[in-house]
């Protein structure tokens, strides 16, 4: 396993982050079983959020380390706020809520501090004094050690560092092989067509020129929430090459995905979702591929994708 520096204590975390955001239906039992595998293949980084199984997720994990307290220090568990669920769903990042919701995930969790919270996806109403006193609350009372953001484009993360004294550390963003709009726009610079079109402010390269840690979320999916590509009838091109990758590199088509996302020359992570060990240990393998410019690149075109 591959680590990246992290935050204000440059805390070496694992390039593969365990999404918990499924395990709301599995046992104490089998969420403890699926965190010591983490563990034993050396992902120290948990990732969860405050609406996933509407608490449920982190209900678990929080039972699982009052049952077990000498796993806490082992590991990086990050979680998220932002969303509200009522009627319909919405956002808020309002000094109250950003508040109320991180003293509700730490007794979820039955722990003290967060070692990272996330706003979860932009609030147009995001008022960043707001977010800068309730960051400054949780940051000198302990409760968060380090922030972040999710699918947030530059210009709203500038609009939060004018008022956010703490350093803006992750952002979380949808990348895949067959999902890469973020790419599409800065290969085809200057050109006409809609690929040619900004729409996301250059995220991926504001990330690490400001050396933010890049967390890759549904990386095996294909489009938003569309399925998992890997052995889909689909993408019959992309799984020929993820099938001969696998074969050179002795691991599975899954890990070779995501050693395409990884390539990605940033403090980059993936985010893993599996709730079974089995696939969490080849998931895991992935961070041990380093695939040639030639292989990224035959994935990415293999995926349906063009270069100009």
Not at 35 to 44: D, F, P, Q
Request: charge should be negative.
């Amino acid at each position: 396993m591959k680590y990246i520096p992290f935050g204000q204590e440059k805390r070496e975390l694992s390039e593969i982050v365990l999404g918990m955001m499924r395990i709301s239906d599995k046992s104490v039992k089998e969420v403890e079983e699926l965190v010591e595998t983490a563990l034993s293949v050396g992902i120290n980084a948990f990732d969860l959020a405050d609406i996933y199984g509407g608490g449920r997720c982190e209900e678990l994990l929080g039972q699982v380390l009052n049952n077990r307290p000498d796993l806490r220090e082992k590991m990086w568990i990050q979680s998220k706020c932002g969303i509200r669920i009522a009627e319909f769903t919405y956002f808020d990042f309002s000094k109250d809520y950003i508040l109320e919701s991180v003293d509700g995930i730490l007794k979820r969790l039955q722990v003290d501090y967060l070692d990272s919270l996330l706003l979860h996806r932009p609030d147009a109403l995001m008022e960043a004094v707001q977010v800068a006193q309730a960051f400054e609350i949780l940051h000198k009372s302990g409760k968060v050690r380090d922030f972040g953001v999710s699918n947030q484009n530059p210009m709203m993360m500038e609009l939060l560092k004018k008022e956010v004294k703490q350093p803006l550390s992750i952002n979380q963003l949808q990348l895949s092989a067959a999902f890469t709009p973020g790419f599409e726009s800065g290969f085809h610079v200057n050109m006409e067509g809609d690929k040619a079109a900004l729409r996301d402010g250059s995220v991926f390269e504001y990330c690490k020129l400001n050396d933010m840690v890049i967390q890759a979320w549904s990386v095996l999916q294909f489009g938003y929430f569309k399925g998992n590509f890997v052995g889909n009838e689909k993408f019959q091109q992309l799984n020929q090459v993820l099938n001969r990758l696998a074969l050179k590199y002795g691991v599975s088509p899954s890990a070779i995905a995501i050693a395409w996302v990884l390539r990605y020359p940033a403090k980059m992570q993936a985010v893993v979702g599996t709730t079974n060990p089995i696939h969490l240990i080849e998931a895991s393998q992935a961070s041990n591929v380093n695939l040639t410019r030639k292989e990224w690149y035959e994935i990415y075109l293999a995926a349906g994708n063009d270069l100009p």
